[in-house]
């Protein structure tokens, strides 16, 4: 008998919801200091993770849990490329 396939769990630093990792958007700090969205969840640096929502991401923004848990402030900006991802997502849905 084949045992079922571990998923890993993650927790939005907005709502403190505990989901599986594919489940969540990753903000990444890379090694250069830059912010982004990781849209791949493997890419190299410090990352924090949010619910695929408008307003999980900006509680996150307005309330600097993005920047405590990136340990840098990623601005304004970033909140504008998470939406436009999330509205994505929201396009792309099954």
Known sequence: ???PKHVPQRTCIACRSVRSKGDLLRIVRTPQGVV???STGKAAG???YICRSEACAET???QKKLVRA???DAGEAILEKIK???DWYGANRN
């Open 1 to 3: 008998m084949k045992r």
């Open 36 to 38: 982004e969205v990781d």
């Open 46 to 48: 410090r990352g924090a």
């Open 60 to 62: 996150a923004v307005r």
């Open 70 to 72: 990136l340990g840098m």
């Open 84 to 86: 436009e991802v999330i």
